[in-house]
């Protein structure tokens, strides 16, 4: 069974920084690709960054793009999100996610399997 378990948000002003921890376990986490969404209220669920298997290939969303960076330790089976730069529009759950199989990573929320249980990030102004 894929457990896939977020922590690191919080409560931060505009500008400040976070840094999100989505934690694997349950197959090799090595193998398999990762992606970070969000959901604001109201708003249908988006995709953020993703990460392929080696951590040699990232992707970003144009709105965090040069803010937000993606990493992996295959090692510790975490995937991280650090967040530089952040504004009141990045309030959302963000939510880490696998694809069911492959280590490409994918842009549509259908194309991943398994997810976490979301941590809240607020940037107040």
């Known amino acids: 069974q894929v457990q896939l378990v977020e922590s690191g948000g919080g409560l931060v002003q505009t500008g400040a920084s976070l840094r999100l921890s989505c934690a694997a376990s349950?197959?090799?986490?090595?193998?398999?690709?990762m992606g970070w969404f969000r959901q604001a209220p109201g708003k249908e669920r988006e995709f953020v960054a993703a990460?392929?298997?080696?951590?040699?290939?990232?992707d970003y969303a144009d709105s965090v793009k040069g803010r937000f960076t993606i990493t992996r330790d295959n090692f510790k089976n975490t995937v991280y999100l650090q967040m530089n730069s952040l504004k009141p529009e990045d309030t959302a759950v963000y939510y880490c996610?696998?694809?069911?199989?492959?280590?490409?990573?994918?842009?549509?929320?259908?194309?991943?399997?398994?997810w976490g249980q979301g941590t809240q990030v607020t940037v107040s102004s």
């Open positions: 349950g197959r090799t986490f090595s193998a398999y690709a």
């Open positions: 996610a696998t694809p069911l199989a492959g280590g490409s990573y994918y842009y549509r929320t259908e194309d991943y399997r398994y």
């Open positions: 990460i392929d298997w080696s951590g040699g290939r990232t």
